[in-house]
Every structure is written in C-alpha cells, then in structure tokens.
C-alpha cells in the first residue's frame, strides 16, 4: 500500500498534500499547530480509522480524501462523517460504516486478517490493523492498544498470529461450559428422580415412556424444537429487514431513472429553484445527477448495494428452510403421543430413562472432551508458533532500541508495557519507533510505516539520525511529522540527509492549514466522486 495523495476540505476551505513519494517522508515545521497532525489523522480516517483529531477541529464539517496504490491498483477514499466511497476499478461503492467498508475490502480488494473474539471467529476492525503500522501523536498508551475500548491488547497479539499464518482460539472457555452443562444436568437427574413414584400410578404414561425411551430423549427434543423455531424466526426478521431495505433501494433506483421528484431513501431537491441542476441527498452526501453519465454512476453503486441484499436475502432463505427441514425431519421422528408425553414430562420420567440420558450425556462429554483436545492441539501449536513470532519481534524492538539510543536502559520483555509503568517523552518515542519496525521486520507486512510526532520527548539529533537511516532501510514508504526548534529549522536540519522527501508545512498559518487557496482542485476531487458540496 502507497500513499499517493492526501486531501482536506469543504466548499469554502480545503487542503490538498500531493508531495508525498514512496520513500521517506518527513513532513515538519518550526511549530506546532500547522496541520501535520490533522493532515495524517485525516489520512487515517478516510481510510475508516478512528478519529483522533487536535482539540478544536470539527471533522464533521469536512471531507477527507486518500489516493493510495494497493496490490498495483489505484483506489480513491472518500469520507463525510459516517459515509466513505471508494473508487475501484472504476466504479464507486458508498458505505454507511467503517464495518461495511472492511467487508468490501476483505471480499473484493484484498483479504483482511481474523481473529477470534468472544469466542467467535471474525475480520479484525480497520482501527486495530493500522495500529501494526499507524501510530498517532494523541491517545497513546504503551500498557495497551492506542484504541482501546471493544479491543485490547490480547485482541492486537492475536491480530499478529492471524497476519502471520496463525488464528489463536480461546477455547478453554467452551470447555468449562460444555462440562458445567453436563453437571447441571446430572444435578437436574438427580432431582427429579424424587418424581419416580408419579410414573407408578399412572400406567398409561409409564407405557409411553417404556416404549419410546430408546428413541427419543424428551428434554433434547424438546431444546432441539425450541431451537429450530428460535432460528426460523429470528432469521425471518433479519430477511424481512435486508427486503425492506431491497424494496426501499428499489424504489430508489426507479426514482433516479424517472427522475421523480420525491422518493423513500433520499430526496431529490432543486439546488436553486428554476435551475435544471438536480441534486439527490443521501445521509451525509449530495449527488449531481442532471448529467446521465453522473445518474448512472448513482444507479450503478445503488444497483451493487441491491444484488448485495440479494446475496444476504438468499443466504438468509438457505438458513430458513435448513432449519425448516430439520424442524420437519425431527416432528417426524416423534410419535403422536409426544405432546402429551411433553405435557406430563415430569411426571412420566424413568429412572431406567435418567440412566439412558446420563450415559448419552457421558458419551456427549467424552466427544466434547475428543472435540476439544484437538482444538487445543491445533491450538497449542499455533500459540508456540506465535511465542515464537512474539519472541522475534521482541529481539528486533530491543536490537532497534539499542540502535538509536546505545545508553539506554530499558530491556523490552513485551510488545505492551505494565500499567504502573508506562512510558512517556523520549521512552515512549523509542519503544513505539522499535516496536513499529520491529513488527514490520517479522510479518513483512505491505503497509507504509506512519507515525506522527515520531521524534517528541525531546530525542536527540543524534538519535534522529539513526531513526531516519532505520527508515531508510525498510525499503518501503515511511510517512513521519516533526516539529523543529527554532535553532534546528534556522540550520536547515533535513537538508544534509540524502534519500529523503522534506516537506516543510512552516508556512501554513497557525491553526488555519485549511484556506480557500486550493479549492478549484478540491471541487475537482469531489466533483470526480459525482457529489456536490
């Protein structure tokens, strides 16, 4: 992935950085507040990161923009609040959510690493990727993941194992489930054979019993039914919500091709009443679609989200009507008396039946056992050769660690620090700079190396310039902001040091990085994603 070109803006100010090449670049100034951090955290966020903007600025008043090359093909981000697009393959796809982005990208752009969270395997968020590669001036916290909240540092390790090959499990919790299942019921055995005597005066149902305990476990069923229709119906609201949203979509197509003037999902307005320029508004965004070529490319992106529902809708018919079968295969299998052999269950247990069921339930354990062993033998590999990726990346943090500061004392012994030690100025600078490279060094991963601020804490030039050639021999785009001192920007720091990209920000006025200056090109920018501001 290479960053190509960065913008910023609205329709009264914007900025556009267009100097950035794919080797090392450092962007500086000879202060703070000239836009570096809000140039780099406005990349990140196009890209469905985070926000993590300086005190101040209101992102929801602007649009963010990224042009990178990925995999030797050209995309375009664009983002208004919650709204990104993407321009792919020449043609443009909305979403309403940085999920519903990663699973564009995931599916159609490039495979994207899993994890395994709460006990369910699923696409790691964009947000904990870039923290492999990204690291942001605010919110920094060496015990754990900058973002933190949903993730934490165990969900950013096992991101590392699944970029390197390796899909880490926590799987002792379902065992102590499946086996605190078993003694529950076992408990539930041993009680209501209390109820024994009931069966005694009552023959009928005793013969019911006696003759069907071979062939059905009523408690098993009775889940087994329960769980079927729980399934049918929740999956039905779910298909019954992706066919409102077809329908609505529909309808929306069907507007947009007669140009009516009022429809569901969005409305279609007059930008000056009496003009031929109509507008169609959606959420966070507005579309020029006087011009057909611009309409078609409207209805193509709206078209791509109604096959998607399709997809969904089918998926969810499939889901339906497997559990319609088994529902079906299993009333099959009872005998008519079972309703009423239901309605009398705690009369008309057995104990010869609770002696059936607990050697049933001994046989589900020892395949639950079987089922588990294996996975944590699978598991068990994958977690030494994660150990041994951890160990790796480890080394390298304290051979780059040794490398730009040969006094220092710290010995790294973890990817994250403790919480009553976390690290700050200088130390923060270099264990963020030595865990970034190292982690590139061991996945070899396809990213840029971004960080912002990356020489704070007062780092000596002496230990900038070892930093700088660290960069230099990744071999790959580096993208990092500093501020200078007086005395440092006077002397022309940068100018002495070969193979780099300088690009000096001190220019831009305090706090305004943003002005009328470049918004031609930036209209030209949005005006490319058929949206009007």
């Not at 704070?456 to 030039?461: F, Q, Y």
Request: charged share 30%; glycine share 4%; proline share 2%.
């Amino acid at each position: 992935m290479i960053i190509k070109r960065i913008a910023i803006g609205n329709k009264t100010e914007s900025f556009i950085e267009n100097r950035i090449n794919n080797g090392v670049n450092v962007i500086f100034s000879d202060d703070n507040n000239k836009g570096k951090t809000i140039v780099i955290q406005g990349m990140m966020y196009a890209l469905g990161n985070e926000p993590a903007f300086p005190m101040g600025f209101l992102p929801n008043n602007y649009y963010f923009y990224v042009e990178l090359e990925l995999n030797n093909k050209a995309l375009e981000f664009l983002r208004h609040k919650s709204t990104i697009f993407i321009k792919y393959n020449e043609n443009l796809y909305e979403f309403n959510s940085a999920t519903e982005l990663k699973y564009f990208i995931d599916k159609n752009i490039s495979p994207l690493p899993r994890i395994v969270k709460d006990g369910h395997e699923k696409i790691a968020d964009l947000s904990l990727i870039y923290e492999t590669f990204f690291v942001g001036q605010d919110k920094r916290n060496t015990s754990n993941i900058i973002n933190s909240g949903y993730y934490n540092k165990k969900d950013f390790e096992n991101l590392l194992a699944s970029m390197s090959g390796n899909l880490i499990s926590d799987i002792s919790l379902e065992q102590k489930n499946k086996k605190n299942k078993v003694l529950e019921i076992k408990s539930e055995i041993f009680n209501t054979k209390k109820l024994l005597q009931l069966t005694k005066d009552n023959n009928n149902l005793s013969k019911w019993v006696n003759k069907y305990e071979d062939q059905v476990d009523i408690k098993e069923i009775q889940n087994a039914i329960k769980g079927f229709n729980k399934e049918i119906s929740e999956n039905k609201r779910k298909r019954k919500n992706e066919i409102n949203r077809k329908y609505k979509l529909e309808n929306l197509l069907s507007e947009l091709i007669s140009l009516n003037k009022e429809i569901n999902v969005g409305k279609i307005i007059c930008k000056k009443c009496g003009c031929d320029q109509i507008l169609y508004t959606n959420n966070d965004v507005t579309f020029d679609i006087s011009n057909i070529m611009v309409r078609n490319k409207i209805i193509q992106s709206i078209q791509y989200q109604i096959n998607q529902k399709e997809e969904l809708i089918d998926e969810y018919t499939q889901i339906i009507n497997k559990a319609q079968d088994n529902l079906k295969q299993t009333l099959t299998e009872i005998p008519e008396e079972f309703q009423t052999i239901l309605l009398y269950k705690d009369e008309i247990l057995s104990e010869k039946e609770y002696d059936t069921r607990l050697s049933l339930l001994n046989k589900e354990l020892e395949e639950m056992q079987n089922s588990v062993k294996t996975n944590e033998e699978q598991n068990k590999q994958s977690k030494e050769e994660y150990k041994n990726l951890k160990n790796n990346i480890i080394e390298k943090m304290n051979y780059y660690y040794k490398y730009i500061d040969k006094q220092g004392k710290h010995i790294f012994s973890d990817l994250f620090t403790t919480k009553n030690l976390i690290y700050s100025g200088s130390d923060e600078q270099e264990y963020y700079f030595s865990r970034t490279l190292a982690i590139n060094d061991c996945l070899k991963h396809d990213f840029p190396i971004i960080i912002d601020y990356y020489r704070g804490g007062e780092i000596s030039t002496n230990r900038e310039n070892l930093m700088i050639e660290c960069f230099k021999n990744l071999n790959k785009q580096v993208i990092i902001t500093s501020t200078l001192k007086k005395e440092e920007y006077s002397a022309d720091k940068y100018s002495d040091i070969e193979n780099i990209n300088v690009i000096d920000y001190s220019p831009n006025k305090d706090s305004q990085i943003l002005t009328p200056f470049q918004n031609n090109c930036f209209k030209k920018i949005i005006d490319n994603f058929n949206i009007v501001i």
